[in-house]
């Protein structure tokens, strides 16, 4: 299985980016998702999952800024970003939930200025 993450840049505060992540493998659709990130200097966290039936669970820190959805048929999970502030400046990182150490990419770069 390879995830990559995509759809990252630079956007000002208060703008708005959609990551997606494009899944290889069959077991995708079966599995449990999530958006994991790391900023500089900070351990990696969890921001959203989605579970194979679509039930989503948030970070406090991207509750209502934040939506995590998934399309089985295209092999892909997608993070609508919006409110962005500097805080969520990171690599973010898609991955089974729980993650399985082996499917980490490269991730997707966001810089959020101020």
């Known amino acids: 299985v390879q995830l990559q993450a995509f759809g990252g840049g630079l956007v000002q505060s208060g703008g708005s980016l959609r990551l997606s992540c494009a899944a290889s493998g069959s077991i995708f659709r079966f599995s449990a998702m999530g958006w994991y990130r790391q900023g500089p200097g900070k351990q990696r966290e969890l921001v959203a999952d989605?579970?194979?039936?679509?039930?989503?669970n948030y970070a406090d820190s991207v509750k209502g800024r934040f939506t995590i959805s998934r399309d089985n048929a295209k092999n892909t999970m997608y993070l609508q970003m919006n409110s962005l502030k500097p805080e969520d400046t990171a690599v973010y990182y898609c991955?089974?939930?729980?993650?399985?150490?082996?499917?980490w990419g490269q991730g997707t770069l966001v810089t959020v200025s101020s």
């Open positions: 991955n089974t939930n729980p993650y399985y150490r082996g499917y």
């Open positions: 989605i579970t194979s039936g679509r039930s989503t």
